[in-house]
């Protein structure tokens, strides 16, 4: 017979072990649910940490591609440069190689024999007879500097010291403006009148050169920029100014080791044409201001065609220029006052020094850093203390007195 009395009791039991059961299962479904998402959210922290790395290493990637993109094109330009020098040293071995075969064809193996040194120094004089009758027949130019007549300032721009000049080869008005004792960047301009409007886009144009210049001695002859390379003792850049590209380039031996002009330090190669063609000037190393040296230079292939150490000093010297195969060397002080022309050296001996008096410029107390003349012209481009100006010349015959007005 049942008991009624235990039976709630066990029905009692028997509801609470259900219960305790039950509740026992749930906590442990919580307490794998908080297990899985703390493994789920581990996981996303380590996915956000990978897509991160992953965005470093493809900005490093670009960069890196970029830095490797800029580099060849570097290199393509060294090798386009080499490519042509090596063609330009292989044309010029060439044409030494048939000069040697030349000579040797002309002059056959003499025989040894004991040669008198008077003998020699007689043949070196005739050879120096030789080369100046070839510059007389070369030119029929015999202008002698008379005077200097007239001063025009055309405009005052750009640093203290520059270069400003025109190519008196070709029948173009253009001027070129080279500010500065050392840059690449050179301004060309229509003419004097879009020089004078200013330095603007609309009136000028930029070309970079592909190397900075030394000084203020440069030249346009011809299509070519001719300029002392920076931080070279002496290599001289032939630039083609409407291609934008180098044509050729030399080494001009024994200079770049002094000032050319004691007053004009940043110098040391000074470039000039006259009617004659291309000229470099340059100074032998001194203290107390070493002799000048010009040199004629074949302006297509850079070939020294002769040298000349003249009886001109550089102590006191700012400036030079040549007319008609002679050197005319301006001097100043270190302070400024009226330039000169106390010195000249004809490299045919025509007329020396005592053949001219003490040419005096227009009144003006400065310092020039360049004076280069323009053989069509004849006339005078000088740079005054950041002035661009211009001087008209009074010419006479080399064997005449009387001056003639040009």
């Known amino acids: 017979m049942v008991d009624w009395v235990l039976l709630p009791r066990l029905l009692t039991l028997l509801l609470l072990t259900q219960t305790f059961g039950q509740a026992q299962r749930m906590t442990q479904d919580a307490l794998l649910m908080q297990y899985i998402e703390r493994r789920i959210m581990l996981l996303e922290d380590r996915l956000e940490k990978c897509n991160q790395d992953m965005n470093k290493y493809v900005r490093e990637f670009r960069d890196f591609r970029k830095e490797i993109t800029v580099r060849l094109d570097g290199l393509n330009i060294y090798k386009t440069e080499f490519k042509n020098g090596v063609e330009n040293l292989g044309s010029r071995i060439e044409r030494i190689e048939k000069d040697i075969d ?3 064809a002309q ?3 003499q025989p040894c024999v004991e040669v008198d040194d008077k003998l020699i120094e007689e043949q070196i004089q005739q050879a120096e007879e030789k080369k100046k009758a070839k510059l007389r027949m070369a ?4 202008l002698l500097l008379a005077g200097i007549k ?10 203290t010291q520059g270069s400003w000049i025109k190519d008196p080869v070709r029948d173009s008005q253009k001027i070129y403006f080279l500010s500065g004792t050392s840059g690449n960047v050179l301004t060309e301009f229509g003419g004097i009148k879009a020089f004078t409007e200013g330095t603007g886009r609309q009136v000028a144009k930029r070309v970079v050169l592909p190397f900075a210049w030394q000084g203020t001695g440069h030249v346009a002859y011809n299509g070519f920029l001719y300029f002392h390379r920076n931080g070279t003792f002496n290599q001289i850049i032939k630039f083609d100014i409407r291609n934008g590209t180098i044509k050729d380039r030399m080494l001009l031996q024994g200079a770049g080791h002094a000032p050319v002009y004691q007053l004009s330090p940043y110098t040391f190669i000074d470039m000039a044409v006259d009617e004659q063609g291309l000229w470099a000037i340059h100074a032998e190393p001194d203290d107390g201001g070493g002799i000048i040296v010009v040199t004629k230079i074949d302006h297509g292939s850079l070939a020294v065609e002769h040298s000349w150490a003249t009886s001109c000093s550089s102590k006191g010297a700012e400036a030079a220029f040549m007319i008609c195969g002679t050197l005319y060397v301006v001097y100043n002080t270190h302070h400024g006052s009226r330039s000169r022309v106390q010195c000249l050296y004809d490299v045919t001996d025509m007329v020396t020094s005592a053949d001219l ?3 005096y410029f227009p009144k003006r107390y400065s310092k020039h850093s360049m004076i280069h003349y323009n053989p069509r012209e004849h006339q005078l481009y000088a740079w005054d203390e950041g002035y661009q100006t211009i001087y008209k010349l009074i010419t006479k015959r ?3 007195s009387r001056p003639a007005f040009q």
């Open 102 to 104: 030349y000579l040797e």
């Open 107 to 109: 002059q056959p193996t």
């Open 139 to 142: 030119s029929d130019c015999d």
């Open 150 to 159: 007239s001063l025009k300032i055309v405009k005052k721009a750009g640093d």
């Open 357 to 359: 008096p003490v040419l």
């Open 398 to 400: 080399k064997l005449e």
